[in-house]
């Protein structure tokens, strides 16, 4: 008899559920709200099988584009051959996380933004965000003057 290639063929580790995660979903993974537009993280839960993603899209990220009653539609970008192309999947809410990928890039807008409002409190006219890159100069450079050999003892037996 050959081998299955079959949809959840190879998801042995990737869909199995976490040490005590056995059993039926709490009920807050269906009070969550999603908002058109937000990434979500799709990450397979194995004790629903219905509106489960196919095991490539598993630990991608993807953007909400459409929400339904029970699924959400989610776009994601697959690399098929040298070309991306963006897919669009229906999934159910048990199998979506929300992610975390952009939350540096808003404590930075709202870095930015008290700077901002600071610096106009005072009267200072612009502020410069952009990232200061370091010239030649200003690096640090390591001398090697004093370099010192050390030459292993050869192998001698010890009696």
Known sequence: MGRSKGKRSNTRNSYSRAFKKHGQEHSSTYIRNFKLGENVDISANSSIQRGLPYKFYHG?????????????????????????????????????????????????????????????????KSTNFKEILFDKGQQHLVSFNKIIYVDPEPYSIIV
């Open 60 to 124: 991608k990220t993807g953007k909400i584009f459409s929400i339904t009653k029970f699924s959400a539609g989610v776009k994601v970008e697959k690399k098929v051959g040298n070309k991306r192309v963006m897919k669009r999947l229906n999934i159910r809410m048990e199998h979506l996380i929300k992610s975390k990928t952009k939350i540096k890039f808003f404590e930075k807008l709202k870095s930015r933004d008290s700077i901002r409002r600071v610096a106009h409190f005072q009267g200072i």
